[in-house]
């Protein structure tokens, strides 16, 4: 299971890359998209959304089942990866290269609470 220590991660297996303007990079891991099997259809937020901490903000679907994708943090979508819609299976590919969104944090302070690589591989573990 690839995870890179230098992102952050939800329970609910999103990633977090904390960008040097403060925004951040939200994508699903490695190991989601491993269960998820062959992406074929993502639908992204919109730009301007607003979401809350853990409120859907997009859908992938497989060849198996569709998941929702939830934000990690508050905050408002400034771009979504529209690639990722035309290539779904990229995801599949690179998980960590193929993002979904990005976010401008409602509260810096709220990226304290995301677990780091070691944490999540611990709830992992633990399913």
Same mark, same amino acid.
């Given at each position: ?9 939800? *329970? ?50 497989? @060849? ?7 934000? *990690? ?14 290539? *779904?299976?990229? @995801? ?31 709830? @992992?573990?633990?399913?």
């Amino acid at each position: 299971m690839n995870i890179p220590t230098e992102l952050k991660y939800t *329970p609910s297996h999103e990633w977090v890359r904390v960008e040097a303007d403060g925004s951040i990079t939200v994508g699903i891991t490695d190991h989601a998209q491993d269960l998820l099997g062959d992406l074929v259809f993502v639908e992204l937020p919109e730009v301007g959304k607003e979401l809350s901490a853990g409120q859907e903000s997009c859908v992938v679907e497989s @060849v198996k089942a569709a998941a929702d994708v939830y934000a *990690p943090v508050a905050g408002s979508v400034t771009a979504i990866n529209e690639a990722v819609v035309d290539a *779904p299976e990229s @995801v599949n590919q690179d998980a960590y290269a193929a993002w979904l969104f990005k976010l401008a944090p409602a509260n810096a302070g709220d990226l304290a609470g995301l677990l780091d690589a070691a944490g999540y591989k611990a709830a @992992v573990d633990a399913a």
